[in-house]
């Protein structure tokens, strides 16, 4: 049975979208079988994978509003080993419709256990919002991932985040766990960023990502492209630190299997790469101008 992980965080624009579209795309290029669900009305992981927003095809809203065959709502992208469970505006109007539905948080938990067993990876891409959509979302996982922003209020509504995930653990899904949280957005020149980093990992520990993903021009121009950022330019630095990304992902979710290999590629690229090579990998120049820090002051 596939693994569930919700990318969550009630706070709009931290990188929920940009995080879970590169590493979905990173670990079905590892050869997973991962299905990818849009569950925010604004169709960002929809239209980043290259799928239209289309109006009249079957979406994230019949799934959860309509009750009806999640594999009517399955779409092949055209990233091997990569589905996806569209989203549109319609789903804006879901929340309503969800209201008066009995078990209402317990909607999407159903229907993905019709499906689960097609997939390794189940990845839900949840809106900025703490509503029935998200509720629903982190019933139906195992593992909660939390993308944060490096910037001066990345912890600000952490709390309510942590509160949300210890209610729904409580009394609604007890095998809700913290997967991980992905710091996003960093720039390394500024004392700011690195604060942020240390406050992050001193207080949760190994569940933080060691992979930072740096701010990236990159990134935020691949959607326009209708590609992720790690098939559109795979070597800017935003690129890499989402493979790296996703290699660790594998590591911390994957089987025993993938730990071996990836314990057999880290071995082997240590030893065929040269003093001379490492070097020029650390000093490798900017490919591209880092935008400012926002530090909200
Ligand atoms: N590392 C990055 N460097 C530069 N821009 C980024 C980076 N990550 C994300 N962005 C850009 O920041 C904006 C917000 O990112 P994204 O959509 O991934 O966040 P989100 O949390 O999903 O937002 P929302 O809450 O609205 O769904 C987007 O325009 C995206 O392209
Ligand atoms: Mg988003």
């Excluded at 994978?49 to 092949?76: C, F, R, W």
């Excluded at 067993?117 to 593992?143: Q, V």
């Excluded at 995930?165 to 609604?172: A, D, I, P, R, T």
């Excluded at 766990?177 to 957005?185: A, C, F, P, R």
Aim: charged residues 20%; glycine residues 6%.
């Amino acid at each position: 049975m596939g693994k569930t992980f919700s990318f969550f965080n009630q706070k709009g624009g931290v990188g929920k979208t940009t995080s879970v579209i590169n590493i979905a795309t990173v670990v079905a290029g590892f050869g997973k079988k991962v299905l990818l669900i849009d569950l925010d009305s604004q169709g960002n992981a929809t239209s980043g994978v290259g799928i239209e927003k289309n109006e009249n095809e079957s979406t994230a809203y019949q799934l959860l509003v309509e009750n009806s065959d999640p594999a009517a709502s399955i779409k092949k992208t055209t990233i091997e080993s990569l589905w996806i469970i569209p989203s549109n505006a319609h789903l804006a109007g879901a929340e309503m419709h969800l209201i008066s539905q009995e078990k209402r948080e317990f909607i999407l938990k159903e229907q993905l256990k019709k499906i689960s067993n097609d997939y390794d990876f189940i990845f839900l891409d949840c809106p900025p919002s703490l509503g029935l959509i998200s509720i629903n979302a982190l019933t139906a996982s195992s593992y909660i991932i939390i993308p944060l922003q490096c910037e001066y209020y990345a912890l600000e509504g952490l709390g309510q985040l942590l509160n949300t995930y210890q209610l729904v653990k409580k009394n609604l899904s007890a095998e809700l766990e913290l997967g991980g949280v992905i710091l996003t957005m960093a720039d390394f020149r500024t004392n700011l960023t690195q604060q942020v980093i240390e406050e992050v990992r001193n207080y949760f520990k190994e569940k933080a990502f060691q992979s930072v993903i740096p701010r990236s021009v990159k990134l935020s121009e691949a959607p326009s492209f209708g590609k992720p950022a790690v098939i559109y330019d795979p070597h800017n630095r935003g690129s890499l630190a989402y493979t790296e990304l996703g290699k660790e992902f594998l590591m911390r979710f994957g089987s025993d299997d993938d730990r071996k290999d990836f314990a057999r590629v880290v071995q082997e690229t240590v030893v065929s790469t040269t003093p001379e090579e490492m070097q020029n990998t650390e000093a490798a120049p900017e490919s591209e101008q880092p935008q400012a820090a926002q530090t909200n002051p």
